[in-house]
């Protein structure tokens, strides 16, 4: 009889603890619900732009700080749909994993993986977006603001877990970089504050 080869348990070939499922599930939820809320909204403000050309949308607080330019703009639709659809159907399963989390439900690894898959890829489109507002468009939406940052936050935690569930496959400097992500994650959510205010700043001095 041959006996198949088995990892041995060390402390190498377990998992990087992590943060607790609890805050995990908090920041998400908390993240899916700041981020669907504005979503939302511009939708709906979205739809009564196109029915009145005059109508002026709730985050319209001036020349620059309004939603009104870049709703109106080619970048507002660019899979043929306004922009908020994506934000509302996204944003509702990280908060709905987020409450899953708090509930103490065990999210399989081909779910997490999805939903890292599904984050990245948003993030990428959001940071895009951002850069048509901020350097294109010239204009800040005030509820776009708030989606830039519940898809960091979002992107941010999802990554942090995906750190700790996948790090029994990593060895040295990898599982190093999971204990560090872990102990240091509000780190990079302040750094990402930093270096969007500053983008904010740099932009808005050079609004005609």
Request: glycine share 8%; with cysteine.
């Amino acid at each position: 009889m041959f006996q198949t080869p088995t990892t041995p348990d060390t402390p190498e070939s377990r998992p990087v603890p992590g943060l607790s499922h609890r805050f995990t599930g908090f920041i998400l939820l908390a993240a899916g619900l700041l981020g669907f809320v504005p979503s939302f909204v511009l939708a709906v403000e979205k739809y009564w732009l196109l029915i009145n050309p005059f109508y002026s949308p709730s985050c319209t607080l001036g020349e620059t700080l309004s939603c009104v330019p870049v709703m109106t703009s080619w970048q507002a639709e660019v899979f043929g749909f306004p922009n908020p659809y994506l934000g509302i159907a996204g944003f509702a399963v990280i908060a709905a994993t987020g409450a899953a989390l708090l509930g103490r439900a065990q999210m399989s690894h081909w779910y997490w993986a999805g939903l890292q898959i599904g984050v990245t890829f948003g993030t990428l489109f959001v940071g895009w977006l951002m850069y048509q507002s901020l350097f294109r468009i010239q204009a800040l939406c005030p509820y776009c603001m708030l989606v830039w940052a519940a898809t960091f936050l979002s992107l941010w935690y999802v990554t942090v877990e995906s750190a700790s569930r996948w790090s029994r496959n990593w060895t040295g400097y990898g599982r190093r970089l999971a204990h560090v992500m872990i102990r240091r994650h509000d780190i990079a959510i302040l750094a990402w504050f930093v270096l969007v205010g500053l983008l904010v700043n740099i932009a808005a001095f050079n609004f005609s």
